[in-house]
């Protein structure tokens, strides 16, 4: 039941009494509907709500259902100043209910506009927040993009570097030098000059990609190791395992060179820095059609650097791992190192067959 249902009634009541246009038995009527009203009213959540903010005032408005019932006896006995009395303490207590009342709306309404403000702020913060975050990603997007033209440039940029010093050596190192071996006699002098050919030639075939179109990845990379032995005999000892009937159709050719690439230098780093005397190179498919290959040795080990500090090792001189790690971003490969000193190192290549289009 509403206040201003209540003060309606009222005034028709308070009208009708004023001007005597009723009946004693109509005017009852109204001071029921009134007094039904007010019980109403003092039924609802309403008069709950209003008792806890005031309280006082309440108390006030609560009697008057003590002095309706008093009014309603006066009307029957004639009494003309009990009459007024009654009317004007029930006309002053529906008029403190109307302004509890207007207070408390107000008091809704402020509260409603701070709620409305707050979850306005809170969509204008949401909008923000996520127009940032977008931002931020498509920055990140644009970064990461940056990064695999920059490696692909590199890679890239590596190999003709390579092809272009292999070619050199071949057509005029290498000829000076066996030019040079048919005007000397010294058989010992000779004997020299052919090892540093051989060793020359090595280093072009080192340089100089393997042919995987005919090869493939799989023969290429066990002649590597095989290479690796002998050079290395008897210090240090390769063992090459690949499981059995593994077919890499899924790999492309530049991606196969990259492989190669990767697991050479690994080997090379091997070779020079690990003091180990066993190594071993282990390539497997996994179920999810994704690629593991494995480079590992029993040497002194190292303390290999995190993600963050990936990008200063070229200027710190680190030319083999950062190599190894934008050859790995360029085919869309993680490349992780496990290694304590002390304790060897484990290289683990991780490349998804699903996704083997090199990055562009």
């Given at each position: 039941?509403?206040?201003?249902?209540?003060?309606?009634?009222?005034?028709?009541?308070?009208?009708?009494?004023?001007?005597?246009?009723?009946?004693?038995?109509?005017?009852?009527?109204?001071i029921d509907n009134f007094q039904t009203a007010l019980?109403?009213?003092?039924?609802?959540?309403?008069?709950?709500?209003?008792?806890?903010?005031?309280?006082?005032?309440?108390?006030?408005?609560?009697?008057?259902?003590?002095?309706?019932?008093?009014?309603?006896?006066?009307?029957?006995?004639?009494?003309?100043?009990?009459?007024?009395?009654?009317?004007?303490?029930?006309?002053?207590?529906?008029?403190?209910?109307?302004?509890?009342?207007?207070?408390?709306?107000?008091?809704?309404?402020?509260?409603?506009?701070?709620?409305?403000?707050?979850?306005?702020?809170?969509?204008?913060?949401?909008?923000?927040?996520?127009?940032?975050?977008?931002?931020?990603?498509?920055?990140?997007?644009?970064?990461?993009?940056?990064?695999?033209?920059?490696?692909?440039?590199?890679?890239?940029?590596?190999?003709?570097?390579?092809?272009?010093?292999?070619?050199?050596?071949?057509?005029?190192?290498?000829?000076?030098?066996?030019?040079?071996?048919?005007?000397?006699?010294?058989?010992?002098?000779?004997?020299?000059?052919?090892?540093?050919?051989?060793?020359?030639?090595?280093?072009?075939?080192?340089?100089?990609?393997?042919?995987?179109?005919?090869?493939?990845?799989?023969n290429a990379l066990e002649s590597l190791c095989y290479?690796?032995?002998?050079?290395?005999?008897?210090?240090?000892?390769?063992?090459?395992?690949?499981?059995?009937?593994?077919?890499?159709?899924?790999?492309?050719?530049?991606?196969?060179?990259?492989?190669?690439?990767?697991?050479?230098?690994?080997?090379?780093?091997?070779?020079?820095?690990?003091?180990?005397?066993?190594?071993?190179?282990?390539?497997?498919?996994?179920?999810d059609d994704s690629l593991l290959i494995y480079v590992?040795?029993?040497?002194?080990?190292?303390?290999?650097?995190?993600?963050?500090?990936?990008?200063?090792?070229?200027?710190?001189?680190?030319?083999?791992?950062?190599?190894?790690?934008?050859?790995?971003?360029?085919?869309?490969?993680?490349?992780?190192?496990?290694?304590?000193?002390?304790?060897?190192?484990?290289?683990?290549?991780?490349?998804?067959?699903?996704?083997?289009?090199?990055?562009?």
């Open positions: 039941m509403s206040v201003t249902i209540i003060a309606e009634k009222w005034h028709d009541v308070k009208d009708d009494i004023a001007q005597n246009q009723s009946s004693l038995s109509g005017l009852t009527d109204q019980n109403d009213f003092f039924a609802s959540p309403v008069f709950y709500m209003y008792t806890i903010y005031h309280a006082d005032e309440m108390k006030i408005i609560r009697s008057l259902d003590t002095i309706v019932s008093g009014l309603k006896t006066e009307l029957n006995s004639g009494d003309s100043f009990m009459i007024y009395r009654s009317v004007l303490e029930i006309d002053s207590a529906v008029k403190l209910l109307q302004r509890v009342d207007a207070d408390l709306s107000a008091k809704s309404q402020l509260h409603y506009f701070q709620l409305f403000f707050f979850f306005s702020m809170l969509i204008i913060i949401i909008v923000l927040s996520m127009r940032f975050l977008n931002s931020s990603l498509e920055k990140a997007e644009n970064r990461k993009k940056q990064t695999l033209a920059f490696s692909r440039e590199t890679v890239m940029a590596q190999e003709n570097e390579r092809k272009r010093i292999a070619r050199e050596l071949h057509n005029s190192v290498l000829q000076d030098m066996w030019r040079l071996s048919f005007r000397i006699n010294n058989e010992e002098t000779t004997a020299e000059h052919r090892a540093i050919m051989q060793r020359i030639r090595v280093i072009c075939d080192t340089l100089i990609p393997p042919d995987f179109q005919r090869r493939g990845l799989i290479s690796f032995r002998q050079r290395n005999i008897p210090s240090i000892e390769c063992h090459i395992t690949i499981q059995e009937n593994l077919s890499l159709a899924l790999l492309n050719n530049d991606t196969q060179l990259q492989c190669y690439r990767i697991i050479q230098e690994c080997l090379t780093n091997i070779e020079k820095h690990s003091q180990a005397n066993d190594a071993a190179v282990q390539i497997y498919k996994q179920t590992s040795d029993n040497g002194k080990g190292f303390s290999p650097p995190d993600m963050d500090s990936v990008h200063s090792l070229r200027a710190e001189g680190h030319f083999g791992l950062w190599d190894i790690y934008e050859r790995a971003v360029y085919i869309n490969a993680v490349l992780k190192i496990d290694s304590k000193p002390g304790e060897g190192t484990v290289i683990t290549l991780h490349i998804p067959l699903a996704n083997t289009e090199v990055n562009s």
